[in-house]
T-cell receptor, first 113, second 116 residues
Framework: DTAVSQTPKYLVTQMGNDKSIKCEQN?????MYWYKQDSKKFLKIMFS???????INETVPNRFSPKSPDKAHLNLHINSLELGDSAVYFC????????????FGNGTRLTVT | GESVGLHLPTLSVQEGDNSIINCAYS??????FIWYKQESGKGPQFIID?????DKRQGQRVTVLLNKTVKHLSLQIAATQPGDSAVYFC???????????????FGQGTILTVHP
């Protein structure tokens, strides 16, 4: 069973569109995250949620809106997509915020044309 | 050998050799450190972690060393195998300002290539 699963794995879309990436974890963790990995493999945190409450919101454009319907799900909605949004987006979860390892999904490769 | 340039640092070793991957972290307040392995097309996979009250921790074929004086972290892989070829990231947990929660910040990554 996949511990952290995100869909879709690949997403190709045009500039200006709105898209969503879904994430689910079956580990019973309280904290979930979204990370962005650029073309140089640099991983940067975007958001973290603890038990559906937003904890970390890095300097991410307002076009990105995370939504956590319950503590097992953290979806990422992106409005008005831009070319610079092209990247691999990783969802992750952890048992305890800040003091336990993150478990990552296998990523969603977003390509904006 | 190891080189740093415009691209990710790379380390090439022969199968059976020991590998050492280094990482400099930035925040002296960081209290928890993790090494991750990322294979092509996959998410980062946890390898080993260490808390700031320790300077060494061993796992299966891997050892992490922490030098807080110089803010340096290293990952040693014994008897490196072709399956160890991947990008390796160090990550530090530092307090997120104004909250009791931490924030995991990743280093640049090192490409390890193991030749049979």
């Amino acid at each position: 069973d996949t511990a952290v699963s995100q869909t879709p794995k690949y997403l190709v879309t045009q500039m200006g569109n709105d898209k969503s990436i879904k994430c689910e974890q079956n580990l019973g963790h309280d904290t979930m995250y979204w990370y962005k990995q650029d073309s140089k493999k640099f991983l940067k945190i975007m958001f973290s949620y603890n038990n559906k409450e937003l904890i970390i919101n890095e300097t991410v454009p307002n076009r990105f809106s995370p939504k956590s319907p319950d503590k097992a799900h953290l979806n990422l909605h992106i409005n008005s997509l831009e070319l610079g949004d092209s990247a691999v987006y990783f969802c992750a979860s952890s048992q305890v915020e800040g003091n336990s390892p993150l478990h990552f999904g296998n990523g969603t490769r977003l390509t904006v044309t | 050998g190891e080189s740093v340039g415009l691209h990710l640092p790379t380390l090439s070793v022969q199968e059976g050799d020991n590998s050492i991957i280094n990482c400099a972290y930035s925040n002296s307040a960081s209290d928890y450190f993790i090494w991750y392995k990322q294979e092509s097309g996959k998410g980062p996979q946890f390898i080993i972690d260490i808390r700031s009250n320790m300077d060494k921790r061993q796992g299966q074929r891997v050892t992490v060393l922490l030098n807080k004086t110089v803010k340096h972290l290293s990952l040693q892989i014994a008897a490196t195998q072709p399956g160890d070829s991947a990008v390796y990231f160090c990550a530090e947990n530092s307090p997120a300002g104004g909250t009791s929660y931490g924030k995991l910040t990743f280093g640049q990554g090192t490409i390890l290539t193991v030749h049979p």
